[in-house]
């Protein structure tokens, strides 16, 4: 829901996007410059639909894709060195991801084609959902089916589908 709340925000109005931090507890951006250092791993298949795992909050098993989606799907990851739900502590380190997701939305168009689907599978902080939904461009970008880990679901399940 936090990524279509983004969608519906935008990028056209200017919006401060902040992150409650767990310890201490508060919205206050740390003033280190910290990079995050993500990592990029890219397909090597190309084909129409693609997955594409975010996997900063906590570590995505390549497995729980393929039970949803099938082992033929080409998969893109976005990561860390070690995922987990404290690692975006500054406002920098959240600008260096939107400026990464929206270079990776264009080189999956023009790898995989104008008629792709985008089935993203996030492990994410709360500002970077927003920020994935407000950086998608609907005229631009290829649409994206979003799913949400749910346990007692048995794994991932459709979330929302954003054209």
Partial sequence: MLIYLGYLLSDIPAAEVYQLHRSPPDWVWG???????YRLTRAEKKRSDIALILSLSQKIDPMKIIEVIGKDIPLWTITIDEPNNEFLNNRKQLEEFRILFKKILSEIKYNHGDTATIHVFPAVPVSVAIEIGRDR???????MIIYDYNKKRGGFVKALHID
């Fill in 31 to 37: 003033n280190n410059r910290e990079k995050a250092e």
């Fill in 137 to 143: 461009l609907p005229k631009v970008d290829l649409p």
